[in-house]
């Protein structure tokens, strides 16, 4: 039974209760709502326990409790090993912890867990927001901790107060070790967050599909530059190459898709560079995707761990992006190369795969070119001037039917770049010209401030690439032939009134928001290129670049200063608040006196007046009996009456007396005495 | 302030148990160590040399935390969670400064002890201030294992509290080593001083009934005690009254030339309450102090004066607080059977 100062006072109770919301409260929206209400539950029969209203429940409903939730776990997901169950877990323990806080063992318990909780937050996002957050729940926490100790720590303002107090004095040395604590990389794999849709550019393209990325501003790739910046019109940012036509949706196609026997050299050395140096190099970080596919500009290296190359010249990571991500390619534009090798019987039957029918309209019209002749270049460009007479860009598109190639060429003549890509591909091929949709990015806003290229979900563009002997894969971008301005200045351009049409707020319409939300995402940027893309990498280059050179001579001035100047703080600060009162010189000679006799064998009783000590060392040590009267004089006079020259004398009496000490051994005149 | 320091031969007696305890060899190393480097003393002024400090339960809890927390970090390879990891560890590396400063620096004086019956609580009352302006929380100061007491010095810069000890035994009893303890400010670490504040509490047998109070059993020459007319001894002289035996006449006086007296006479029958040693034979020693420290509060208590015999000490009968210690003391402090 805990005693009674282990019991739990109210405002304790309220305390752990506040930590645990403070933990749970982000966690709520991805987790089951049952877990919310039994947490809700079980902090009202607590409260009620502590009104007297209720008995904590017993062993047989605790028990059926638990099955309960175990049950309602198993319900409701699928996988155990992974992060959300997890959290799931905890959030559970603490809940059914509450069902039996009574000691202050079983409230350690519970913020300790709820220290962990509110970590677990930071798997699923690092932004700035969710460190702040993070923050907060961390100050709840401990001023919860705090609170545990007495009614005096646990009011409100005192708690925070404290557990401030305590955050801001360990912030210096939690920036330290958090620059210089090795990162070791991930030590088994670990299950990461599935929950959350996919965003981004898809596997597969649909008509429609890119109708939903053109609504969104969210971020999606930064880009910063080493060197030279490709001009707007060179911003193809490539993702993913769609191979594979069913009549209505392009995909990867086997072969092509890593995932699906397509070939991916995991090392850039695996594949042979162009002799001459690449002419863009830089850095991207790209935002949470939930898929593999990295973008780069064509005939893309890298040398970041994790990420391969394609055949089809494009970057892939071996796991999915589920956090940002950051990467160093560099590029060599394609008109810098060599002449390719011919294309492969294989590569040439995949990029001219059609559908067996469908779409005649478009067969015949191409059938009619090529029997006059034309090359495939004549055939394209004929295309192009086609889409530039007739064709309109618009976001909002009228639906297709089943030969949708045939009714966007002939009917509708309405689309965006979907619509130019994958019918100009579909019309190349029929003209016998391996050709084949990259989707990916096209473009991006330069922020002046940080100097990057910030890239945009509604940035998301599909264009064509085609094959053309002797000089290889040819981009081709058909929306430009339709709308130079989307390719130029962007989608807002392009598509004037239509862009962001469907959002909620119009944002982009007010200069002021537009500018705030830049400035926001410089903002970001900076978190993200110094805090949460810090890694062993960036360790080295901080270190390497506040000691000049990681010796260990300086490594070892760098750790070990801070810890020495921190011990001697500490040993200064106990030296002046122990002895806070100095004792009077007459005093502390007094005590050395006192020692002395001590060591001879007599020791002065607490409290003794030195007048009777005096006495006491006569009577069993007659030998000392005069010096110890002399001394007890001068003390006397020098303590009460303020006597210099007593002082004096007290002191040359106790030099005097080491003498003494010095030629008789000490045991032989203890010995004396007893 | 009630101790008494008039009975050295008591200080073997009941000295602190640890300096004897031979069978425990270590606790013996450690009580002399600590003697050493806390001496005895009335007035104590915690500091450095005398505090000790060590990481709680909880705080070991807490670095599993930090560094299940750490593995989240690095599987995850997560930079905020390793923020948060260091953040929790830079809070412990710091903590022992503020648990140790809540206790560094503050001044213990004993006041006064207050004896005691054995089997009851003992109290000493203590005097805790601070010279600095920091505040104090949640100080325990107590003689484990019993609780003691929790003093804050928040506001204030001194407080008076008392804490008990249990009195098992009669005599002179030296308290053991005080602890004072905190685990400001979050209870992840504990800091602690033994400190001998010196503190002596004589404790009186435990009062046994042993029936009425034993009136007029003990006959003993004296001054006071319950008088009888027409005793032996001459009292006074009174103007003589025709009834007056003829033997009492005062002749001496009449042939003085005054006028005739007659003497009167007491018998002084001592019927004054002793409380004796011998009253109580065939009980054991332990016995018969616990029955004469009943007969003294019961004689207290009905206002009758009474006396002390027992082997070694007598006291007069009289009555009053001061009689009742010092009987008691005397009482307290008999040696030991075989002792």
């Known amino acids: 039974m805990a005693s009674n100062r282990d019991l739990m006072p109210r405002e304790s109770l309220l305390w752990i209760f506040a930590a645990q919301f403070v933990a749970l409260l982000p966690q709520l929206s991805q987790l089951p709502l049952w877990i919310a209400f039994a947490w809700a539950f079980a902090v009202y029969w607590r409260l009620e326990v502590f009104r007297g209203r209720r008995d904590l429940p017993g062993r047989a409903l605790k028990l059926l409790v638990i099955a309960l939730t175990v049950a309602g776990l198993a319900q409701s997901y699928q996988r155990w090993f992974a992060l959300e169950p997890m959290v799931a877990l905890l959030a559970l323990s603490f809940t059914l912890k509450n069902l039996e806080l009574l000691s202050r063992r079983d409230a350690f318990v519970s913020l300790l867990l709820a220290y962990f909780v509110a970590a677990t937050l930071f798997v699923r996002e690092q932004s700035i927001p969710y460190a702040l957050y993070g923050l907060i729940s961390a100050l709840v926490i401990t001023a919860a901790l705090a609170a545990q100790l007495g009614s005096f720590s646990a009011r409100p303002r005192r708690a925070l107060g404290l557990s401030l107090r305590l955050m801001a004095q360990a912030t210096p040395l939690m920036l330290l070790l958090f620059v210089v604590m090795p990162r070791l990389g991930p030590l088994w794999n670990v299950p990461q967050d599935t929950s959350a849709g996919r965003t981004g550019v898809s596997d597969s393209m649909a008509p429609g599909d890119f109708t939903r990325l053109s609504k969104s501003d969210k971020p999606a790739l930064r880009i910063s530059f080493d060197g030279p910046i490709p001009p707007p019109e060179q911003r193809y940012w490539r993702g993913l190459v769609y191979s594979e036509f069913d009549g209505r949706t392009w995909r990867q196609g086997v072969g092509v898709d890593p995932r699906n026997g397509g070939q991916v050299y995991w090392s850039s050395g695996e594949r042979a560079l162009p002799q001459i140096g690449p002419r863009f190099r830089y850095q991207v970080i790209q935002e949470a995707s939930r898929s593999p596919w990295l973008f780069a500009l064509a005939r893309p290296a890298s040398d970041s761990p994790g990420v391969g190359e394609t055949v089809d010249d494009r970057l892939v990571k071996r796991t999915p992006v589920y956090s940002r991500f950051a990467y160093e390619v560099r590029s060599w534009p394609r008109d810098s190369q060599t002449i390719p090798l011919p294309l492969n019987s294989a590569e040439r039957r995949r990029n001219l795969q059609l559908p067996a029918d469908g779409n005649q309209r478009t067969r015949e019209w191409v059938g009619r070119l090529r029997r006059r002749g034309l090359g495939a270049e004549e055939i394209s460009s004929q295309l192009l001037a086609l889409y530039n007479r007739e064709f309109t860009y618009t976001l909002s598109p009228p639906a297709l039917g089943s030969d949708s190639v045939d009714e966007f060429l002939f009917d509708s003549q309405k689309g965006f770049c979907e619509h130019f890509a994958g019918s100009y591909v579909f019309a190349m091929r029929a003209a016998g010209v391996p050709a084949r949709v990259v989707a990916g990015y096209q473009g991006g806003e330069w922020v002046n401030g940080e100097k990057y290229l910030l890239v945009r979900e509604y940035d998301a563009h599909a264009w064509a690439e085609i094959w053309l002997d002797g000089r290889g894969w040819q981009r081709v971008d058909p929306t430009a032939a339709v709308s130079p301005e989307r390719v130029r200045d962007g989608l807002e351009t392009a598509a004037g009134e239509e862009f962001m049409q469907d959002s909620l707020l119009p944002l982009h319409r007010f200069d002021v928001l537009v500018k705030l939300r830049l400035q926001w995402d410089m903002i970001n940027y900076r978190w993200y290129q110094t805090v949460v893309s810090f890694d062993s990498e960036k360790q080295r280059d901080t270190l390497q670049r506040l000691l000049g050179d990681l010796s260990p001579m300086r490594m070892a001035l760098f750790f070990g200063s801070p810890v020495a100047v921190v011990l001697l703080g500490i040993f200064l600060w106990t030296h002046l608040t122990g002895r806070g009162r100095k004792r009077p010189v007459v005093e502390r000679l007094y005590a050395v006196f006192c020692k002395r006799m001590a060591r001879a064998g007599i020791t002065r009783r607490p409290g003794e007046a030195p007048r009777d000590f005096a006495g006491r060392i006569a009577e069993r040590k007659p030998q000392l009996a005069e010096f110890a009267r002399r001394v007890t004089d001068a003390f006397e006079r020098a303590a009460y009456g303020g006597d210099k020259e007593a002082l004096m004398e007290l002191r040359r009496l106790l030099r005097w007396h080491l003498r003494l000490f010095l030629k008789v051994p000490i045991n032989k005149s203890q010995l004396a005495g007893h | ?339």
């Not at chain 2, 930079?79 to 948060?84: D, G, H, K, M, S």
């Not at chain 2, 303890?181 to 404790?203: K, N, T, Y």
């Not at chain 2, 009492?248 to 009449?254: D, E, G, M, P, V």
């Open chain 2, 1 to 339: 302030m009630s101790v008494n320091r008039d009975f050295p031969w008591q200080a073997s007696n009941t000295g602190s148990t640890a300096s004897k305890s031979s069978r425990n060899f270590f606790r013996g190393l450690s009580e002399r160590w600590l003697s050493r480097r806390a001496p005895r003393s009335r007035d104590i002024t915690l500091n450095h040399s005398r505090l000790f400090i060590l990481p709680t339960r909880a705080g070991l809890g807490y670095l599993l935390v930090t560094a299940l927390l750490w593995l989240l970090a690095t599987n995850y390879e997560n930079n905020l969670v390793f923020a948060l990891t260091f953040l929790l560890i830079s809070v412990f590396v710091i903590l022992p400064v503020h648990t140790f400063a809540n206790l560094s620096g503050l001044r213990l004086q004993l006041i006064g002890t207050e004896d005691t019956f054995a089997g009851d609580f003992a109290e000493a009352q203590i005097n805790l201030s601070r010279a600095d302006k920091r505040q104090r929380e949640w100080i325990q100061i107590c003689w484990p294992p019993e609780e003691g007491a929790y003093v804050d010095l928040c506001e204030e810069s001194l407080a008076d509290f008392r804490i008990a000890l249990p009195a098992l035994q009669r005599g002179r009893i030296q308290a053991p080593r005080l602890r004072v303890e905190s685990r400001f400010p979050l209870g992840l670490f504990r800091c602690w001083s033994r400190i001998d504040l010196d503190v002596e509490f004589l404790v009186y047998p435990r009062p046994l009934a042993a029936g009425p109070l034993p009136l007029g059993e003990a006959m003993v020459e004296g001054t006071s005690g319950q008088v009888r007319r027409g005793g032996d001894d001459y009292a006074s002289l009174k103007p003589y009254q025709p009834g007056d035996s003829l033997r009492h006449l005062a002749w001496k006086q009449y042939a003085a030339g005054r006028d005739l007296y007659s003497k009167e006479y007491e018998s002084r029958t001592d019927t004054r309450l002793w409380l004796d040693w011998e009253l109580l034979d065939g009980r054991d020693v332990e016995a018969r102090l616990s029955n004469l420290c009943y007969w003294v509060l019961q004689a207290e208590k009905q206002n009758i004066a009474y006396g002390l015999r027992i082997p070694g000490t007598t006291l007069p009968p009289s009555l009053g607080a001061e009689h009742q210690h010092r009987v008691l003391a005397a009482l307290a402090l008999f040696p030991r059977w075989g002792g």
